[in-house]
């Protein structure tokens, strides 16, 4: 299986996931064109693509949906109230009805030889998930827009190899940072995003021997720096006793591909 992040952050997400045979990606947050770069550049055909997963509707999350599904015949994967919201919004634009593929939390998919489990998350979205994917042994979890965690969380995320999980602002930044209060307020919440701290911590409830990568992903332009995120979860990790070998820990960035992961 493989995972390559297109892009991470607060302006836009898009990430390929592929197992030997199904090729997915889960949302679709920048322009078509910035997505078929992204893909081209790991040698990914657009064409190929069977399916984009939708986690929710936040425009940074859905603004290629459309322009992909239309140009590429990929069917769209969502939530019944994640669906409505994008169709009845003005981001995606209209999509032929074979597209629209309608999914429930805790109900798998099975997508050529990658089996697909949405799961549940907060966030104030309609109704927001996050995915774990599994092929031949392995899993890979991706979970961002986590307003808080909760031991369902844990439960679906448990014995993944690879991580993609939110790592979004650091709360002193945030605290004094220029955001207005109530926005400060709602990214701090329960339906909001998780902090560099919380992700450690999350982190560390799910350290296991075939742990191979974690990317710290979705992180605020505003709020975080790279190298914060990093050298918070790092010393999270080390402080539980967990020492962090090369390669085990990345950020993933806005506008530029990550390596392609492996497992």
Known sequence: ???CSISSGSEGNCIFVSGKEGKILVDAGISGKKIEHGLESIHVSPSS????FVTHEHTDHISGVGV???R???????TVETMHAMLHGKKIGK???ELIHLIKPDNCVQIKDLQIN???ISHDAANP??????SEGHKIGIATDLG???DYIIHNLKETELLFIEANHDVNMLQVGPYPYLLKQRILGKKGHLSNARSGKLLCELLHKKLKHVILAHLSKENNFPDLAYQTVRCALEENGFICKENFLSVAKFGEPSSVFEI
């Open 1 to 3: 299986m493989k995972l």
């Open 49 to 52: 693509i069977d399916g984009i």
């Open 68 to 70: 992909m599904a239309r």
């Open 72 to 78: 590429y015949h990929i069917p769209i994967y969502a």
């Open 95 to 97: 999509v032929p009805e």
């Open 118 to 120: 949405p799961f549940s």
């Open 129 to 134: 998930v996050a995915y774990t994917f599994q």
């Open 148 to 150: 808080d965690y909760d």
